[in-house]
């Protein structure tokens, strides 16, 4: 079975510009959620999607959105770019979404924000 | 709150056996993850806990006590390649599939 894949791999943008990020979640997966990496913070949660809902927010500005097709692909979108914003966004898919779930990172896309 | 707290760096001899404590804080408990990142690459998954006591993978182990708050990762064996970070997680009280994470622990294994 294909692992969880994203796209673009690397991104370099400016300030003020926007971004889309694409996640392909393993098939048969319906949940997928959205995680920030910078060396400062660690890991932290952005959004999850499951059946075309947001279900749960992190604690993040309005800039960062997402949203999730009917085939469970998911996309997300970053406006207005920030320096502060240069992180490494993975995805990680699951099967049901429920609390107890494995997740299953994708490859993740370094965005560079200059 | 919630809070997981893990040390940020260790190193071991390979052939070694190394552990890696986590303590955690949680509104409510749903288990306790384990994941391995080695640089510039994805979390991969490890383990997984919700009941107390030792679980066994391998060369792998991760062990779980509930009323204490706290698990701990065991790698025998040690290999050059298992110089990663390692990475404890729970899951949010009532929040779905949201992932709270610690700092991660980077683990150098010296020949």
């Known amino acids: 079975k294909a692992g969880v894949t994203q796209t673009p791999r690397y991104l370099i943008k400016t300030r003020g510009q926007q971004v889309t990020l694409s996640c392909s979640p393993i098939s048969g997966h319906r949940s997928v959620s959205w995680y920030q990496q910078t060396p400062g913070q660690g890991l932290q949660f952005l959004f999850e999607?499951?059946?075309?809902?947001?279900?749960n927010k992190g604690n993040f500005p309005g800039r960062f959105s997402g949203r999730q097709f009917s085939n469970s692909r998911s996309e997300m979108n970053v406006s207005t770019l920030e320096l502060g914003d240069s992180a490494l966004y993975l995805c990680?898919?699951?099967?049901?979404?429920?609390?107890?779930?494995?997740?299953?990172f994708g490859p993740g896309t370094r965005l560079t924000v200059l | 709150g919630q809070n997981i707290d893990q040390p940020t760096e260790m190193t071991a001899t390979e052939g070694a056996i190394v552990q890696i404590n986590c303590t955690y804080q949680?509104?409510?408990?749903?288990?306790l993850f384990w994941y391995q990142q080695h640089a510039g690459e994805a979390p991969t998954f490890l383990s997984y806990?919700?009941?107390?006591g030792l679980e066994e993978k391998g060369r792998f182990s991760s062990f779980l006590s509930r009323s204490k708050g706290y698990s701990y990762l065991l790698l025998k064996e040690l290999q050059m390649k298992d110089s990663a970070s390692y990475l404890c997680a729970a899951p949010v009280s009532g929040g779905y599939n949201k992932l709270i994470f610690g700092a991660g622990t980077r683990l150098a294994v010296h020949p």
């Open positions: 990680a898919s699951s099967l049901s979404g429920v609390q107890t779930d494995t997740q299953y």
């Open positions: 806990n919700v009941l107390d």
């Open positions: 999607y499951f059946s075309e809902t947001q279900r």
């Open positions: 949680t509104s409510g408990f749903n288990g």
